[in-house]
């Protein structure tokens, strides 16, 4: 997936309206539609302009995004889904219901109930009836008053290749929760791992992470000129396997620049916030690309948590974005027996 320009918000202020903002009575068209990545097509994805709420630290609206739409291996065809939370210092809780709902077919089909600040990318993917053609979904969020919705297609300028970028051949970064077990690479689909846990006693998480990194069209020097390929005294970019790997046609060298991959764990859904010991632990290269926290519940109930791996010199898709994987991972949570 390949990351486009952000100058392009300021061209297309303008442009006609994917979504629609609410608030006390009075409607008006709210600019969603931005060029943001795709290797075939452009995401749909909210903008900062002043129609779709300023970003402020509290008080502002929580926008879906439209990543766009892509064939999944499995044969069916998804919509890739993210949201934009203006809000700095304010986080949400928004149950599937009439705050929170895709339609038809809902209100619930996996969104999140839980929503971080800023932009999270490629959170979800809602599988698309057969039949779709050219009818929408639409999610519907309500956040401080405020009513964002926008539509899922799959309309054919909005098609996305989340499985390889087209310009350098980078893949996504690939998870394993069992060191033999199977790799979870690319967009959300489904459970990846299901887990038990107890109040108040902290569960590991621990995680394989790795990535292979693009193949072709490698830049020498990090964007702006920073070093050559190595980041903060690292000896060796994390999470790309045994140091002094070079897969032909990559062109790794003594300039060779790579992004390095990292890992982030984050509360998707659930009865109340979970304290994470780091939500953004370390990866041993040394051991496969382990990596592990823990994780502590104060409440019981089922819970949905994401990890992401991204590859990127940003976070969450910002920045010089290439490929990330997106793994949602369940935990039934049990009360303590001394409660």
Known sequence: MRARGFMAVAILAGAAASGTLVRAGHQARSPLRQPQWGAQGIGQSPGGLPLSQTIRERGSSV???????????????????????????????????????????????GQPTHFLPGRQWGVFSVMLPKDLG?????????????????????????????????????????????????????????????????????????????DEGPKINIPETP?????????????????????????????????????????????????????????????DTNDGGKTTTNVTFSEPGEYLLRIEGNDSTGSGGGGFQCCWTNAHVAVSVKASATR
């Open 63 to 109: 926008t879906g995004a439209f990543e766009g739409w892509y064939y999944g291996k499995d044969g069916n065809t998804y919509a890739l889904v993210g949201y934009f939370n203006r809000n700095t210092k304010q986080e949400f809780d928004i149950p599937t219901g009439a705050n929170n709902r895709i339609e038809p077919g809902g209100p619930d089909q």
């Open 134 to 210: 050219s009818r929408k979904l639409t999610w519907t969020l309500v956040a401080n008053g405020f009513t964002n919705a926008i539509t899922l297609h799959t309309q054919a300028d909005y098609i996305v290749e989340p499985y390889e970028d087209a310009a350098n051949k980078n893949t996504p970064p690939k998870l394993k929760f069992d060191p033999n077990g199977p790799i979870v690479s690319g967009p959300p689909t489904g459970i990846a791992t299901k887990l038990t846990a107890t109040v108040g006693q902290p569960l590991p998480l621990t995680v394989w992470a790795t």
């Open 223 to 283: 964007p702006g000129g920073r070093g050559r390929g190595r980041g903060r005294g690292d000896a060796e970019p994390q999470g790309r396997g045994a140091p002094g790997d070079t897969p032909a046609g990559r062109g790794r060298g003594a300039g060779f620049f790579n992004p390095p991959l990292a890992v982030t764990w984050s509360w998707m859904r659930g009865p109340a916030a979970p304290k994470f010991d780091n939500a953004k632990p370390s990866i």
